[in-house]
């Protein structure tokens, strides 16, 4: 038997194949002659063979439902993320418009910072008004001895 270069392992393998299910006919119906053996080992790769291209229909249309199933998922989520993405860049436009009105106190405050009064007098400081340092809690009181609560669960 002849084949192309390199195939001499694959048909290898395949003679081997066949040889094993001529073998297992032969023991489960004894001798029927080489072309009735040969014949019904071919109904058998054969039955094999059709066996497999139908898994394989029915693998390839699962793939096919599962990747449309998987769109559709994306889609939706796709869909439930618009709203949070409009909110998302409502809330950036008013930052960039909140900084713009800042930058434009900030440059205008800068400009008239350095007007004099009419005396010659420099209005270049800014004076700050600060509030007063908050005053400190009373310290707390010691546990009493055997007491092993934490302060914020005991009774007042």
């Known amino acids: ?46 039955d094999r063979l059709k066996t497999a291209e139908t898994r394989l229909a029915e693998l390839t249309e699962e793939n096919v439902r599962l990747e449309r199933a998987r769109e559709r998922a994306a889609l939706a989520a796709e869909a439930e993320d618009e709203p949070l993405i409009a909110r998302i860049d409502a809330a950036t436009a008013a930052i960039e418009r909140l900084t713009a009105e800042i930058n434009a106190n900030v440059r205008s405050s800068q400009s008239g910072a350095a007007r004099t009064d009419a005396d010659g007098a420099s209005f270049s400081h800014v004076v700050r008004r600060t509030p007063p340092a908050p005053t400190p809690d009373p310290p707390e009181e010691p546990d009493p001895p055997g007491d092993t609560a934490p302060s914020f669960a005991k009774r007042s």
């Open 1 to 46: 038997m002849s084949c192309d270069p390199g195939e001499e392992a694959r048909v290898e393998t395949l003679a081997r194949e066949l040889d094993g299910t001529i073998r297992a006919l032969k023991g489960r119906i004894g001798e029927i002659g080489d072309r009735r053996i040969a014949v019904m080992a071919a109904l058998t790769i054969l």
